[in-house]
């Protein structure tokens, strides 16, 4: 017997659940994923994406990492994107940080931890952007908040810079951008005003969106 029987039994009891309710769900899920939104989120376990909004399975493309970041450089990030956009068309792109990110405090207080260092060195390039703010704050709790939420503005305005982006709306694909994070605490989402569904939209609502962290402050 596995090891993890209990997960097993544990699925066995979810789908008879998911059959009980919806005969056909599996059926329906099997022949088609039709998602309207893809999830770029951070790895953390407490933050299941499709619990989080109340979706189904098959409802919501996901992508998940260590901080959320995107990286111009990250084929496993620009495939999924790219996947996402051009083959399965989604009509909403959204970048879901949470407050008490562990890899943002790593980040920040620059601790070695191995391998990771490599890939929290983008989140450190954030808080080197807005290091004057940032060190302007009272306590490492506020600090990691109001860097949590820049670097989710951060990693949605990469989004809307990549080729792939730029390219659907060069075409007139409707697609929109959204920066959020979500609260452990309360388990609420707050959008963070970086919502774009253009190039030029993306450039103001970027500037505005950090203007909103800065006058939120401690």
């Known amino acids: 017997m596995s090891s ?11 789908a008879a659940s998911v059959n009980d309710a919806t005969p ?15 999830w770029i989120g951070c790895s953390d376990s407490r933050v299941p994406a499709n619990e989080i909004v109340h979706l ?9 990492n260590v901080a959320n970041v995107v990286v111009h450089t990250d084929l496993n990030c620009l495939s999924v994107l790219q996947f996402a956009v051009d083959v399965l068309r ?43 703010f940032i060190r302007s704050l009272p306590d490492e709790a506020t600090i990691t908040d109001r860097l949590c939420e820049l670097n989710v503005i951060e990693q949605t305005h990469h989004v809307g ?3 792939i ?11 929109t951008l959204h920066g959020w994070i979500y609260g452990l605490r309360d388990g609420l989402i707050k959008d963070l005003g970086i919502e774009s569904d253009s190039g030029d939209r993306l450039k103001a609502n970027y500037a505005a969106a950090l203007e909103g962290v800065f006058r939120t402050g401690a």
């Open 56 to 64: 189904l399975p098959g409802e919501l493309f996901v992508h998940r």
């Open 4 to 14: 993890l029987q209990h997960l097993i039994d544990a699925n066995r009891r979810w």
């Open 90 to 132: 989604v009509e909403h792109v959204i970048v879901v940080g949470h407050y008490g990110c562990g890899g943002v405090r790593a980040a920040w207080q620059g601790k070695p931890l191995g391998l990771i260092d490599n890939w929290l060195r983008h989140v450190q390039d954030v808080a080197e952007q807005h290091i004057a």
């Open 165 to 175: 982006v730029r390219d659907a709306w060069r075409r007139g694909q409707s697609l």
């Open 24 to 38: 056909d769900f599996f059926q329906r899920l099997a022949a088609q994923q039709n998602p309207r939104y893809l």
């Open 161 to 163: 810079r990549t080729t």
